[in-house]
């Protein structure tokens, strides 16, 4: 900033260097609403922390305590109370519910979401299709998992179904809006050629997103592993997800926990880097 | 010619098709999955669901005490993202591209996020409940790490996306690293970073009920003691509490990003 003066001085000795600040930016709605925003997230964290039920507990303590447990888990994992390729085939379940779950809710979700397409049908059906997925998906999975649980019982059964339901709410999501991307000249020529609905479909809609949707469907078998091992843990869905709980709630073994952690965390480092590749090749092309 | 062409995209469609069937048919082995079952089980969990999971005039006696709880969730939920939010835009500076200060650093950067990411709030709460116990703390540390993974990719990802040119531009007339920040960075990416704030806390709402469950608290364990009590027109009152506060918010968040964006 002194520089600046002594430049301007240098320049034009005679304009004096006035100290006032030009205002470069208005303020609109935009920012304003975006300021609000941060400044409730701020406020509500603050009264947030002042009212949270701490039971007494030592702060300072506990995150010393945490950051051994880090210790002992990451540095000193071992296995106690299965082998090596018993704990591969646990994450192997855990990988086989997700893809279950994406397979069923992928074919469901291409019909639907073919409905839900605004160019493909009229605005109502659209408009229905996307308030019932935006009400499917406001129940978190677990709820569901747990409620369908209660008449089909604990398991792999309860936990696929379940999960499916939000995972067919996000495919309907992304896929229609894949869908929707297509141009309405396209559908038009083929409509004037005298096309059906499902050759439209088959021969224009399909072929130009199928790269979006298998990116999509990917993208959310990521996002059903992580939520597959919440089952195990939460629902008894079995899988990698019980061992940790198994570990955390009734063995009270932190050096399993650290070597199931190993387990799921460079899966789950697999999944994403072949998620991250398979996106960037299909945008390339 | 064109006889080859269809005969190529069949046997290919034919291929992809095999492939899918076997990835089905061992995941139904791995699992001990059963078809039959899922089909039998669909039309009882309807009725089901029908005749007893619904609210009885009894169960709103509960409410104040569910409101109160969901409440609570929402504080969790929004202090998790706030403290998410202040690390992952250090950490984002130092891993984008754009904006990093040198390749050493930016990938250490990005490796911790990645590590944070990848292990999952069931994870971390379950290593979390061994020092914090049944407590909010725990709660807020599980979706506060991983909060913090998933917001470092998508700043980093925002930064490189709308930075580059106007920090180029800001570079050219000599600016400072500081400068650059305050005067680029933030200003251009700092809508889409609010529109991924919003989607988080929505996020850790729904991952709070969970962590609830797992850990004893907030909403997710006012669920869970009225479901293993079989209470069941009690917990399906807290399951509308839930869906009517995720609804309100999902509006108020399409109504900033609406404005912001």
Known sequence: ??????????????????????????????????????????????????TFEYDGIKFWHAIVQTL???????????????????????VLITVALAALTTLISAILAVFLGLLASQNLTSKRTSNVIKGIVALIR?????????IFAVSA??????????????????LIKAYS????????????????SGANWWQIVFQAVIPSSITYLI???FLRFEITFGVALAMGAAAGAGGIGYAVFMGSSFYFDLREIGAITFFILIFAVLLETIAVQLKRRLKVK | MQDKFFFKKRRNLFLILLLIILIAYSAIDITQFSIGKMFSSIPRSIIWSVTNFYPTSASFSHLPDIINKMVQTIFMSIASVTFAAIFAFIFAICGSKT?????????????????????????????????????????????????FGFLTRAFIETIDEVGENS??????????????????????SIPQMVSWLLFMIENNIRSATLIGILTGTGIGFAFDIQYKDLNYHVASLIVIVIVITILLLEFISNYVRRVIL
């Open chain 1, 177 to 192: 809006e894949s869908f929707e991307e297509l141009e309405d000249g396209t559908i038009e020529a083929l409509k004037a």
């Open chain 1, 1 to 50: 900033m002194a520089n600046l003066n002594n430049m301007s001085e240098d320049f034009n000795p005679s304009l004096e260097f006035s100290g006032k600040r030009i205002k470069v930016k208005k303020m609109n709605k935009a920012s304003l609403v975006t300021g609000l925003t941060i400044l409730g997230m701020v406020l509500f964290t603050i009264y947030g922390l002042m």
């Open chain 1, 215 to 217: 990116s999509w469907t």
């Open chain 1, 68 to 90: 051994a447990n880090f210790k002992v888990l990451f540095f000193t994992p071992h296995l106690t109370h299965f082998t090596f390729w018993q704990g591969v085939f646990q």
């Open chain 2, 99 to 147: 904006t990093r200060a040198n390749a050493f650093i930016g990938t250490i950067a990005r490796g911790i996020a990645t590590l944070f990411r990848n292990i999952d709030v069931t994870v971390w709460s379950m290593i979390l409940l061994f020092s914090f116990g049944q407590n909010a703390l725990t709660g807020l540390f599980a979706l506060f790490f991983g909060s």
């Open chain 1, 153 to 170: 019982g604990l398991g792999s059964v309860a936990a696929v179904i379940g999960m499916t339901f939000h995972s067919v709410g996000y």
């Open chain 1, 138 to 146: 406001a129940v978190p999975e677990v709820l569901w998992v747990l």
């Open chain 2, 167 to 188: 920090v180029e531009a800001l570079q050219a007339t000599g600016a400072s690293y500081s400068s650059v920040i305050v005067h680029s960075v933030i200003p251009s």
